[in-house]
């Protein structure tokens, strides 16, 4: 039958053009996922640095610092502003997201509805808060394949952004809000002493593994500062700062942390955009 190989080979000509959509269609809504991801990912930064910031103005304000409740709202609203927006899932596929930032949004709720005066229970239910917004972030970053992307390049830089940079941000911010009570209050009791010094030798450990991800003279001045606040404490001189100042230091560093995040989010985001047409020039 002199059709049959004419029908055969539209046939699989049919299936190849099949496969080849459905590879598309697969690889595009990957792609849509993972930007999801990001998107979240960034908003959750965002929380967990605002949320650091209310801890130590908090902790500042329940030690008699002259903090207005003004600039703790502001910071509030914008933390709520931020959990609206994450939990308005604009697709059915991201329920997951919705799961995974629940107990943390239910944890700041209840951070604000029964807000307490104790200074070191607040520092204890923000920490808590924190730390579940740094597993969201793990979390998150495995639910939309960036942690565990086919592109190694793409994975590397994700755990980075999701793990090693941000815990180093809240070891730096519980030094803060420790050393902001301590200056308020001018008194640093043996369990603040050791927990200040257990953290900052957690970060003077860890600071090899961010060097290369920072500046040369951001890395060396971060280095100095964990070096003079640990020779503060040991010394027990830390009462004697003015906590004015060292907030506006403190920040400074986590601030240009913060920012090489965001610049790597930046980055993930074009090379998540850019890895399909990779694949294919490859």
């Known amino acids: ?7 055969f080979t539209l046939l699989i000509g049919l299936f190849t053009l099949f496969a080849c959509y459905k590879l598309y269609y697969a690889r595009k809504q990957a792609k849509a996922k993972s930007l999801r991801g990001l998107a979240a990912l960034t908003r959750i930064i965002d929380v967990i640095k605002l949320t650091q910031q ?22 509030s609203t914008q933390i709520n502003q931020h959990y609206n927006q994450l ?15 629940k107990k943390s949004h239910h944890m700041w709720e209840t951070l604000l509805v029964n807000p307490t005066q104790d200074v070191n229970k607040s520092f204890h239910l923000h920490s808590s808060l924190i730390q579940r917004l740094l597993d969201c972030l793990w979390d998150i970053a495995d639910e939309y394949a960036l942690t565990s992307h086919s592109d190694q390049h793409i994975q590397d830089l994700a755990n980075d952004l999701v793990r ?11 030094v803060r809000a420790i050393t902001l009570q301590v200056t308020n209050t001018k008194y640093c009791s043996a369990d603040k002493k050791l927990l200040l010094l257990f953290t900052l030798g957690k970060i003077q450990r860890d600071l090899i ?18 070096e003079e606040v640990t020779k503060s404490v040991e010394d027990q001189v830390l009462s004697n700062r003015n906590p004015d100042s060292f907030f506006t230091e403190a920040s400074s560093h986590i601030d240009i942390i913060f920012n ?5 989010l930046n980055e993930l985001k074009a090379q998540v955009l850019l890895q399909p047409k990779q694949r294919k020039r490859a």
């Open 1 to 7: 039958m002199p059709t049959s190989p004419i029908l």
């Open 54 to 75: 209310h801890r130590g103005l908090y902790a500042g304000r329940l030690n008699g610092h002259d903090i207005s409740q003004a600039s703790l709202k502001a910071i």
């Open 87 to 101: 939990m308005i899932a604009p697709d059915k596929t991201d329920k997951a997201l919705k799961r995974l930032i």
């Open 164 to 174: 090693t940079l941000p815990k180093l941000t809240e070891a730096i911010g519980q």
């Open 209 to 226: 593994q961010v060097k290369p991800k920072l500046q040369q003279q951001s890395y060396e001045n971060l280095v100095n500062f964990i």
């Open 260 to 264: 090489n995040i965001q610049m790597g």
